[in-house]
């Protein structure tokens, strides 16, 4: 194969359980680590394997294909996302629910969207609010909220009246946020804004590292990446930098 398959296409996806997405004229497929065409350039889109499946759009509909290219859940939904902790959203005539890997509906289709599970929880709205549920279809956390994101170390951030908070997988709130915006927790610390700048804060809402960046990653191995006046770099727990050259 040659090494150089990449300029073959006019897209190219990062590689996700083996494989990378691929598009050429507007058509999507999906290459091996070798370059090799393993899944035809035959889809409108599609994203990145998760759970050993990838969603698949084609003519206005969607399904999953496996690594083989075979097409274990039919194209049949009007929207989708990825699979998460064994379940994925799917959605027909405006009302999305969950199935399993075979496709079978294990939460019914009647909520307007959702997100996806993370720690056994993934956010729905109806009737123009957000609230959360289990994977056997339980209200857990009411829908109450203007909105709500995933569950990241066991907590939550959510929007009501103008105000943004933090909730637990219980619905109680850790603290308010007095910040224009927030991510999600990534080893003990999120990242949050105001007046255009970001920076980090632990549980207690106490900032860690003082919102002067004009943006901010996760956490991940005690650094954080980040972007200051046009330069890019990272910075760990106790705010120490290190420039990208």
């Known amino acids: 194969m040659k090494e150089n398959w990449r300029t073959e296409y006019d ?40 759970e050993g499946l990838a969603w698949v759009e084609k003519d206005g509909k969607y399904g999953f294909v496996d690594k083989q290219g075979k097409l274990v859940i039919p194209l049949v939904y009007d929207d989708i996302d990825s699979f998460s902790e064994g379940l994925a959203w799917v959605e027909k005539e405006g009302k999305g629910g969950f199935i399993n890997h075979k496709g079978d509906v294990i939460i019914p289709l009647k909520y307007d969207a959702a997100g996806y599970f993370s720690e056994g929880l993934a956010q729905i709205k109806k009737k123009g609010k957000w609230g959360f549920i289990n994977k056997k279809g339980k209200v857990v956390i009411s829908c109450k909220y203007d909105y709500a994101d995933f569950f990241s170390e066991g907590l939550a951030w959510v929007r009501k009246n103008g105000k943004l908070g933090f909730i637990d997988n219980k619905g109680n709130i850790v603290f308010l946020s007095n910040y224009d915006c927030a991510g999600y927790f990534s080893e003990g610390l999120v990242g949050v804004r105001k007046n255009g700048k970001e920076g980090f804060v632990d549980i207690n809402g106490k900032v860690i590292i003082p919102l002067e960046y004009d943006f901010v990653g996760p956490f991940s191995d005690g650094l954080a990446w980040f972007g200051k006046d046009g330069k890019e770099g990272f910075v760990d727990k106790k705010g120490n930098v290190k420039w990208d050259d």
């Open 11 to 50: 897209s190219v996806a990062s590689f996700s359980e083996g494989l990378a997405w691929v598009e050429k004229d507007g058509k999507y497929g999906f290459v091996d680590r070798k370059g090799k065409l393993v899944i035809p350039l035959i889809y409108g889109d599609t994203d990145y394997f998760s």
